[in-house]
T-cell receptor
């Protein structure tokens, strides 16, 4: 297993377009997290899944954002009608919930630029 | 609410200098504390962690001690190398939360010059 994989690495889109990002977690991990990181800031939690169930969504996740994790494997994050304020690095992380202090493994992120 | 505050960067040091990056937190209860590192073009990697008061996390020459009395988790290294140049993030995981979600500081950029 090569770790958490995110695609694409970079995405440039015009304002108003829809974009979708994919995250493939470490295969045995049952939890998957999405974070957003803007320039000069630390990552901020967006949402997380345990297996296929989405258990929590941040207030940062407006109704233009939707995330799925069908079959509890890979996850997608879709942003509809993108705005310039959506420009950021979108990070995915996975962990194994069985452990009391599970280490979160992060992907390299998808950098979104909305022009 | 829970929050993490890190010292402002960038921090610029010469090779073999001593490093301290300050981190303080606000949380109810007993959080676990982490330092993550992000090298250029890469994702975040866990550097070290401490799960209870007075614990010392250490890895690759870096150390941090969980100080409950001062709500701090400062990162230190005795002799930095050029290869340590990266962005360092302090983070907490709330002890009573089952979610596993991390709360990060804003990050501190370290640049080490030869």
């Amino acid at each position: 297993d090569t770790g958490v994989s995110q695609n694409p690495r970079h995405k440039i889109t015009k304002r108003g377009q829809n974009v979708t990002f994919r995250c493939d977690p470490i295969s045995e991990h049952n939890r998957l997290y999405w974070y957003r990181q803007t320039l000069g800031q630390g990552p901020e939690f967006l949402t997380y899944f345990q297996n296929e169930a989405q258990l929590e969504k941040s207030r940062l996740l407006s109704d233009r954002f939707s995330a799925e994790r069908p079959k509890g494997s890979f996850s997608t994050l879709e942003i509809q009608r993108t705005e310039q304020g959506d420009s950021a690095m979108y990070l995915c992380a996975s962990s194994q919930y069985r452990h009391r202090y599970p280490e979160a493994f992060f992907g390299q992120g998808t950098r979104l630029t909305v022009v | 609410g829970n929050s993490v505050t890190q010292m402002e960067g960038p921090v610029t040091l010469s090779e073999e200098a001593f490093l301290t990056i300050n981190c303080t937190y606000t949380a109810t209860g007993y959080p676990s504390l982490f330092w993550y590192v992000q090298y250029p073009g890469e994702g975040l990697q866990l550097l070290l962690k401490a799960t209870k008061a007075d614990d010392k996390g250490s890895n690759k020459g870096f150390e941090a001690t969980y100080r409950k009395e001062t709500t701090s988790f400062h990162l230190e290294k005795g002799s930095v190398q050029v290869s340590d140049s990266a962005v360092y993030f302090c983070a907490l995981l709330h002890g009573s939360s089952n979610t596993g979600k991390l709360i990060f500081g804003q990050g501190t950029t370290l640049q080490v010059k030869p």
